[in-house]
């Protein structure tokens, strides 16, 4: 088994709009970063495009079950209604120690209702379902599920949003040191995976301001009042 | 029955932290408060300490159901285990064209549990419990839920909030305006009263950032990306 590199970030889903809007800003931010994708040549089309906004970038593209060796840290960015069955095709090959992050929002579109709602689930959230398919020692953190994947294509500009990034401490805290490298990012200690349930269904609400506000490129949201922020 | 004084604003429950927060800004941006409580002794000393507050203040205080009638919008500001009574208390003293407005969150202390998680709802949120109560032609509002009781009653400070406020529109224009009458308080069009659902949720994880960056005045949030927000 391949030893993951600690400094690559794998972005399974990575050619969708907020996995490759990941992608960009942490090949921007100079990481390694592993494209992953059920088909390896949407996987590489992708990482050609990183490669092309971020002359320089370290980026490669592969097959699902083979990016997610590759990076301790790797990001499930697949539409939750895809989630399960990723998480389930890379499970033989996580290894202890790697960490997943779960983005995905369990809205009601999966089963062909409106992006404004959400499905209940019966764990909880979306986060503590991939939480119960991961063998043990693997951990999961909750993020990015609020950032507006237009403006994180948008390299030329801040994503000016809080992260609430739920889990375990050291993993939550080493997925909470990613949001440093996206200009505008701020992490938050979102504290333990359950509260995934609350942080998902910000995003149906965030999709309805979005439409109501008319800002198609996405609203965020920032937590007032936390002393010495920036 | 009295014609309710559509510049008056009640508030039952106005006795508590945040209802008391409210009145002491209504009153002092000039608005006649009529404070409620399920005593009227109660209710008459919260008027007596908005009175002592803002000098000149138009305040007064009723048991629940004398105060109701007073004013087109009445604040519902009791704890989430109290609001089903407190709306049973008042609906034969409600008129049509009033405006109920739902600020309570139900969370888990109302079991016993803690703060930081919430209790299902039947009905998708404490706002939809109090329209499932009310008579038909008066309006419920969710509105005020994550906005700190401490920040309100300093009244020296700007409380640095956006109100996510949601239900019919003409009801929701009549609370969002209340908004300005606090100094930083911004109303968000939060959409049909179905999202109290997870404004609701919200404070609970406020709730748990407050304890996480130990800051007890509370923290608040803001949408960000609103064009011509100030």
């Known amino acids: 088994m391949t030893t993951p590199n600690p400094d690559a970030i794998a972005i399974l889903g990575g050619t969708g709009d907020q996995g490759l809007g990941?992608?960009?800003r942490f090949a921007k931010a100079g990481?390694?970063?592993v494209i992953g994708s059920r088909k390896a040549d949407r996987a590489l089309t992708a990482?050609?495009?990183?490669q092309k906004a971020v002359p320089g970038a370290d980026v490669v593209g592969f097959e699902n079950s083979e990016a997610t060796p590759k990076a301790r840290i790797v990001i499930i960015s697949v539409p939750f209604e895809h989630t399960a069955s990723t998480v389930k095709g890379i499970r033989e090959v996580l290894a202890?120690?790697?960490?997943?992050v779960s983005m995905a929002v369990p809205l009601a579109t999966a089963i062909g209702d409106g992006a404004?709602?959400?499905l209940g689930i019966w764990q909880g959230s979306c986060a503590e379902m991939v939480k119960g398919l991961v063998p043990k020692g693997v951990e999961v953190v909750s993020a990015f599920q609020n950032?507006?994947?237009?403006?994180?294509?948008?390299l030329e500009d801040e994503v000016e949003c809080d992260v609430l990034v739920s889990g375990a401490k050291d993993a939550r805290e080493e997925v909470s040191a990613l949001c440093e490298l996206v200009p505008g990012l701020r992490a938050i200690n979102g504290g333990p995976l359950s509260n995934a349930k609350i942080v998902e269904e910000i995003?149906?609400?965030l999709i309805g301001l979005n439409i109501r506000y008319k800002v198609p490129e996405g609203l965020g949201l920032r937590i007032t009042g936390i002393p010495d922020a920036g």
């Open 116 to 118: 404004v709602r959400t």
């Open 47 to 50: 990482a050609e495009e990183v």
């Open 22 to 24: 990941l992608a960009l």
């Open 96 to 100: 202890p120690g790697q960490i997943l």
């Open 31 to 33: 990481r390694p970063v």
């Open 203 to 205: 995003t149906a609400l």
């Open 147 to 154: 950032v507006s994947a237009h403006r994180l294509q948008h």
